[in-house]
């Protein structure tokens, strides 16, 4: 999976391993994927922002100096999110490297509205190949 995920991303931006992110005490996880994936499940606390339909709203009150660290199914999505919060002057962005499968590949759990679950919104088979557990939801 590293090295189809280092020629998926351009390493344009900070990124973060699972481990370092799933210590932090303070960080703010924000949601860069779309509605339906986020529903199925997310990192707990997260914050939905979406990426076709990108807003800022969410967390435009905070201190732009506030670490945030962006994640979507693997990387790709978020690195663009995190680029785009960069012209916007946040400082203390980050790209979670691999993603919320890796997150979830780690061990680490996610969550939907009614508590902790094992699946994970996948697209499809070919997306669902990089989870390796919980269950992939299409």
């Known amino acids: 999976m590293i090295q189809l995920l280092d020629r998926l991303l351009s390493h344009t931006v900070n990124e973060i391993s699972v481990d370092t ?3 932090l005490k303070h960080a703010l996880f ?3 994927r779309e509605l339906e994936e986020y529903t199925i ?3 707990e606390n ?3 922002v979406g990426y076709d339909d990108f807003s ?3 967390i435009a009150h905070l201190n732009k100096s506030v670490m945030i660290i962006a994640y979507c199914s693997v990387g790709f999505r978020s690195e663009k999110i995190v680029e785009k919060l960069m012209t916007l002057n946040y400082t203390n962005v980050h790209n979670l490297y691999g993603g919320i499968f890796e ?3 780690q061990g680490y759990k996610v969550k939907n509205d009614t ?3 094992d699946n994970v919104h996948t697209f ?3 997306w669902g190949q990089w989870l390796l557990r919980g269950g992939k939801i299409y």
């Open 21 to 23: 992110a799933a210590q």
């Open 30 to 32: 924000i949601d860069t």
């Open 41 to 43: 499940s997310h990192i």
């Open 46 to 48: 997260a914050i939905f």
């Open 56 to 58: 800022i709203k969410p």
């Open 103 to 105: 997150w979830v590949n």
């Open 115 to 117: 508590g902790f679950t």
């Open 124 to 126: 499809n088979k070919v």
